[in-house]
């Protein structure tokens, strides 16, 4: 019961973010500042495990082709699937999910805590509104940094597979263009919107209803990242399964 009494309670939290709309002028500046902390603030760890995600798998692919009837286009191939259908859009949103996540949860329950949201209401400002309406326009722009870890998730297969001497350069750019479907990029961006989705409010949820102090923040942070990474999950078997097979 206390699993539905959440759930619940996370769709009337949605409701009521999208209710009693904050002043235009005040959102502009709040969203901005969202922009900067979770998308910017994020570029460098997702350039940076982006590049090397891309490279270990080409390394493992390589590694694993001991069969001189293989072709070495294959590596580029695999490296490419794997990147732009699970690890740029899921495993990048687990990894952003401890970071964004946490970071959501913590400064929500902070001001939680310090009776900051008590302050909002006592003001007449609807605090679901100004607290988490702007993460989740600033999370819209999600799919791009997505974008960027597809770019060099690729760029790092190619620096290990040429670099390492596995396959030279014209067949491993043969193997990316080989059996290439667009539809792939269309299902990898729609789970991308729905992943910035839940990377906005589940961790938000987690702050705005918590209880106690400061040591509950940080439980609350844990508990968030968790839940967030259980519901990527899940909504990644669902797309999948509705858009794939």
Do not use: C
Request: proline share 4%; charged share 10%; hydrophobic share 55%.
């Amino acid at each position: 019961m206390n699993y539905l009494h959440s759930i619940g309670e996370y769709f009337l939290m949605l409701k009521g973010t999208f209710h009693r709309m904050t002043k235009g002028s005040v959102l502009r500046g709040l969203i901005l500042k969202e922009l900067d902390d979770l998308i910017i603030g994020s570029m460098g760890i997702v350039a940076f495990l982006s590049f090397f995600i891309g490279a270990v798998v080409a390394l493992q692919t390589a590694l694993n082709l001991n069969n001189p009837l293989i072709p070495k286009t294959l590596i580029a191939y695999a490296a490419r699937q794997s990147i732009i259908l699970e690890f740029a859009p899921t495993f990048i949103s687990i990894i952003m999910a401890g970071k964004v996540g946490s970071y959501i949860t913590s400064s929500i329950g902070s001001m939680n805590v310090t009776e900051q949201i008590d302050a909002l209401e006592v003001m007449g400002i609807n605090s679901l509104n100004y607290l988490i309406f702007p993460k989740i326009v600033a999370m819209l722009f999600y799919p791009f940094v997505i974008a960027i870890a597809m770019f060099l998730g690729v760029f790092g297969a190619y620096a290990a597979a040429v670099m390492g001497g596995f396959v030279p350069p014209d067949q491993f750019v043969q193997g990316l263009q080989e059996d290439f479907i667009p539809f792939h990029l269309v299902y990898a961006f729609i789970k991308t919107f729905l992943f910035a989705f839940i990377l906005a409010t589940v961790p938000a949820y987690h702050g705005y209803y918590m209880k106690g102090g400061a040591l509950e923040v940080g439980e609350a942070s844990t508990t968030s990242f968790v839940w967030t990474s259980v519901v990527i999950i899940i909504t990644n078997y669902a797309v999948t399964q509705l858009l794939l097979s």
